[in-house]
């Protein structure tokens, strides 16, 4: 007879009055008696008595029989190993799986759970919740396992920063060997298909009524065995050691933002994939521009007379010079756009230069210029400040 859903949830002792240790008479004394006292022909119309003496029954269903008794004690013993009671709700963080001696290295094998009827749904849906969880997959050795990702810093010139750059970043940590390669296997050799496991990296390990798959210890679940280990490495295929990493940094990259180098963070274990690396760039600031975006922004200083008049300045760029047309009349910190003139887009095209423009307003003033400005002041008809009210 195969497990039951129920034998996890009712303590069958428990219905019949009795400790888990009860002998065999002991059991069939407490069940003659109970069923006698809530037998329906004794309790006509009561289904208080009717339930009871069905769980009475179903008790010593399987507490009188001594191979069930063997299989429901074994079941009740994982729960009560720290389990608890798989089929209350989401409680006990990482699922049954933990619940094992050494069950971080325990899992559950689907594929055999199916044979033995409904324990498979069970188990199936534990698996399932396990997986979600996080926890109870990401088990050390247990297959293959993507390395983590890393995190650097570089720190660019402005100049850099606007036209793209290859830094060379230095890594300190583990990387793969560098006399095997990460293989493990001494120079000339190969890993050999783990002959414990045929390369599955599991064996299965039968626990009462249940298989479970555990870690091959011969190979450590990677299902491949090194026979002459790389001296350098141990066999372990890894060492610490500090790695140059070129990083492309793309055209026009800002201050702060990250760069993703795929495939350049820690290695995997057992075949996985390496994690990745991020780059946060720092760009210096320029002495001359801000920015904004792809535009660049440059203060430009103009005389009153050629605010007043209007004028041609000439402005830097990035990339040489350009002549800004100021229109007559133009007042301070009216900013013009010369487009196309910006940073360059990694995408292609260019952001615009922003002129704003700065009146100046001399410090001092020779006779001849204090005689134009009175003259000029003399002029003034409209009050500037009429608009507010004072
Ligand atoms: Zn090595
Ligand atoms: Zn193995």
Request: hydrophobic share 35%.
């Amino acid at each position: 007879m195969a497990p039951q859903r129920e034998w996890f949830e009712k303590d069958y002792y428990a219905v019949l009055g009795l400790q888990k240790g009860a002998t065999e008479k002991e059991i069939t004394r407490a069940y003659r008696k109970l069923a006698k006292e809530h037998h329906p022909d004794a309790n006509p119309g009561n289904k208080d008595a009717e339930e009871k003496f069905k769980d009475i029954s179903a008790a010593y269903d399987v507490l009188g029989d001594a191979a069930k008794r063997k299989e429901y004690d074994e079941v009740r013993n994982m729960v009560a190993s720290g389990a608890g009671n798989p089929f209350a709700g989401a409680g006990g963080g990482g699922g049954f799986a933990n619940g094992f001696p050494g069950g971080g290295n325990i899992r559950f094998e689907t594929g055999d759970m199916d044979d033995i009827g409904g324990l498979g749904d069970i188990l199936g849906n534990l698996f399932g919740r396990g997986r979600r969880g996080g926890a109870t997959t990401r088990q050390p050795g247990a297959g293959p396992r993507r390395g983590g990702d890393l995190e650097a810093e570089v720190h660019l010139s402005f100049d850099d920063a606007v036209r793209g750059a290859t830094i060379a970043v230095q890594l300190t940590g583990a990387a793969p060997c560098h006399t095997c390669g990460g293989t493990g296997a001494a120079p000339g050799t190969v890993p050999q298909t783990c002959p414990q496991c045929n390369g599955v990296g599991t064996q299965a390990v039968d626990q009462g009524p249940f298989s479970f798959s555990q870690i091959c210890p011969r190979c450590g679940g990677s299902g491949r065995v090194v026979d002459k280990p790389c001296a350098t490495c141990g066999g372990g295929g890894a060492e610490t050691r500090t790695r140059e990493v070129k990083v492309r940094i793309p055209v026009g990259v800002a201050d702060g933002q990250r760069v993703r180098v795929k495939g350049k963070g820690t290695p995997g274990n057992n075949g996985g994939p390496p994690g990745d690396l991020y780059v946060t760039v720092h760009v210096a600031p320029h002495s001359l521009f801000g920015r904004r975006n792809n535009d660049l922004l440059l203060r430009v200083p103009v005389t009153f007379s050629e605010a007043a008049l209007g004028a041609e300045v000439k402005v830097p760029t990035l990339d040489g010079s350009v002549t800004v047309r100021i229109p007559p009349g133009t007042t301070s910190g009216k900013t013009l756009r010369v487009r196309g003139r910006g940073l360059p887009k990694a995408a292609g095209g260019a952001g615009d230069l922003l002129v704003t423009v700065d009146i100046v307003v001399p410090q001092t003033l020779s006779d001849e210029q204090r005689q134009a400005v009175e003259a000029l002041a003399a002029t003034d008809s409209a009050n500037p400040r009429a608009h507010l009210g004072v």
